[in-house]
């Protein structure tokens, strides 16, 4: 590629609404442009490392045996409707309707898709293993899209769903695909670690997420350095904030012991009845500083029943109950959750809950739940998911670090983590419903044994960012650069001998299959420089007419200080 062909275009500035690192860097490289709030063009420079990281999958899937097809994105409501997801997906769920008043939704996810295509293809028990796989658009009308690709509400998966004749077959393939997807955050060159994780909205017994460790992500990882313990902080004892015994009248401990507390107990230390229908969260903190400002521990503490306001629990039951304790403001509660208490969407509660009796409460979602389980399924509980401050994180920090891990190999300990992958067995859970059935050994039909596996493809690029950037811009891991190696020609214009060795050097390394471009802008060194240091590229070759006469190239590796002289006919060797 040549630069003056290409597209490139850079700001000085990423627009005043970009929040994280990643996001002003995409912006400033010209990797993405924004039409509306989480949804983005792929711009010609974002979308060659969009492609790297999908021919990355592509490969790892297909070496997997998993097969790849699309599945449309305007998908209609009956499939839907058939799980019951249509009515319990709510607002993430986009719908629209065609010319003839039908219900349609921009897919967020494809179970119910394939499984219709399992249950009309997939008629014997041969025919089984078998995996499907899409790269794909999906819509999910995100509460608060942010964070430019990393959260958005148009943004590329691949998602994968596997189908077999029994548990054992099943448990087979989820293996299968958490070595891959091993391989294939491997290959692309990330720091991340694979964590359980809860189920969610869709549901089954056995979950991982990978994580790419990072001080921006949206979810908390517990795990224990001296042991393979790691879970995304929803599934973590350590979260047991609320998990302590506390007679009513009694200051909340800082430090509360895990999993004694009942829903009864919980109930008992906020004085209010079992049965109480919960509408929504309130943060909270036991310590005020002297202008009243929130200090120490923050415990974000369920609330609200469905027949009292908000102020009014405030000012009643809980607030003598406890010494120095206060409850956040709206504005505080909008200021970090982004919302209105009443509909507090950090933990995705969008339906009210209630508390029942004699309920261990084994971490915070389990408290959540409490009863409703019905009413509760697919709302989707998870604590881990958008920790809304980098202090939020601190404070849980105080309280974990330090315990015991649950499986007693050490201590526990906290980072934040961006979930780019999540690998899910999902037993029959949707083949039961859609009666998806095959023919087994036995003649007799049997509901498909079924597993779904994600990955955030353009959910990546955000991810290798936040880990990978210094002051000057981004550093891309070569595997997902938009070019790995730049030839930087001073006085391309000016100077024969310059031309000549650039566009020798540029047919080499291109013949050698090396991802290369050579920028003929003819602009100053310091333009170059600077451009090409904000978009990442790994390999930097600058060609000088000084530094021909004695032979010489510059090379500078892009996370390297110091410039190293080569000589101009190793430069290629060095390169491949
Ligand atoms: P999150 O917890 O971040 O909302 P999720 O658990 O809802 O993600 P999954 O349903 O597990 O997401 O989807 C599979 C993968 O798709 C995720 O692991 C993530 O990498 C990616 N993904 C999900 N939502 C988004 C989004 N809004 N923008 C970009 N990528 C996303
Ligand atoms: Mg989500
Ligand atoms: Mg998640
Ligand atoms: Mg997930």
Redesign the pocket.
């Known amino acids: 590629m040549r630069a003056s062909q290409f597209h490139l275009f850079t700001l000085k500035e990423a627009p005043s609404d970009a929040e994280v690192v990643s996001q002003k860097l995409m912006l400033r490289a010209g990797m993405i442009r924004k039409a509306a709030a989480g949804i983005y063009s792929y711009m010609p420079l974002g979308l060659r490392s969009i492609r790297k990281v999908e021919t990355i999958i592509r490969e790892e899937m297909d070496r997997a045996g998993a097969m790849e097809l699309t599945m449309p994105l305007v998908q209609p409501a009956e499939l839907w409707q058939e799980t019951g997801r249509w009515d319990t997906m709510g607002p993430e769920m986009l719908r629209l309707q065609d010319r003839h008043d039908r219900d349609f939704a921009l897919q967020p996810?494809s179970e119910e898709v394939v499984t219709d295509i399992a249950r009309q293809e997939i008629k014997s028990y041969r025919q089984l293993p078998k995996n499907f796989y899409q790269i794909q658009t999906k819509f999910?009308d995100?509460r608060r899209?942010r964070f430019g690709?990393?959260?958005?509400?148009e943004?590329t998966?691949k998602?994968a769903y596997s189908f077999d004749r029994s548990k054992e077959a099943a448990g087979h393939s989820y293996a299968l695909m958490f070595a891959t997807y091993t391989r294939i955050f491997d290959r692309i060159g990330l720091d991340y670690r694979a964590v359980a994780a809860d189920t969610?909205a869709?549901g089954g017994d056995r979950s991982h997420?990978f994580q790419v460790i990072a001080d921006t992500g949206?979810?908390a990882i517990v795990y224990c350095p001296d042991s393979d313990y790691a879970a995304n902080i929803e599934l973590a004892e350590a979260v047991s904030l609320l998990e302590h015994r506390a007679e009513p009248g009694q200051a909340l401990e800082k430090t509360p012991t895990p999993g004694s507390a009942t829903c009864a107990d919980v109930a008992a230390l906020l004085q209010v009845p079992l049965a109480t229908t919960v509408k929504s969260l309130v943060l909270a903190t036991d310590d005020v500083d002297a202008k009243g400002e929130p200090a120490g521990v923050t415990l974000w503490l369920l609330l609200v029943r469905g027949d009292h306001s908000l102020n009014e629990i405030k000012t009643s039951k809980l607030d003598g109950l406890k010494t120095g304790f206060r409850f956040a403001t709206e504005a505080e509660i909008d200021e970090h959750f982004g919302c209105k208490p009443g509909y507090l969407g950090p933990i995705g509660l969008q339906k009210p809950v209630k508390l029942i009796a004699d309920r261990t409460v084994a971490h915070m979602s389990d408290f959540i739940c409490g009863a409703n389980d019905a009413d509760f399924h697919f709302t989707g509980v998870?604590w881990g998911?958008d920790l809304p401050e980098p202090d939020v994180v601190a404070d849980i920090r105080n309280v974990v670090e330090g315990n015991p891990s649950p499986d007693g190999k050490g201590t526990l300990a906290i980072q934040r983590g961006i979930?780019?992958?999540?690998v899910f067995y999902l037993g029959d859970k949707y083949s039961k419903v859609m009666n998806a059935t095959f023919l087994d050994e036995d003649g007799k039909p049997k509901h498909f044994e079924m597993g779904c596996y994600?990955?955030?493809v353009?959910?990546i690029l955000g991810a290798a960012i936040e880990q990978n950037h210094d002051a000057r811009g981004i550093i891309w891991p070569t595997a997902i650069a938009p070019f790995e190696v730049v030839i930087c020609p001073v006085g391309w214009g000016k100077s024969q001998a310059v031309r000549d060795e650039a566009q020798k050097l540029y047919e080499a390394l291109r013949a050698q299959g090396v991802d290369v471009i050579l920028d003929d802008r003819d602009e100053r060194p310091g333009v170059m420089f600077a451009d090409w240091e904000l978009i990442g590229v790994p390999h930097r070759v600058t060609i000088g007419e000084r530094g021909l006469k004695e032979g010489v190239v510059e090379y500078q590796g892009r996370r390297e200080a110091e410039v190293s002289k080569l000589a101009l006919d190793t430069i290629a060797a060095h390169l491949l």
Request: aromatic share 4%; charged share 40%.
């Open positions: 996810t999910r995100e899209p690709v990393m959260r958005g509400r943004f998966m998602d969610g869709i997420e949206e979810d998870n998911r979930e780019v992958g999540h994600g990955i955030g353009t959910r």
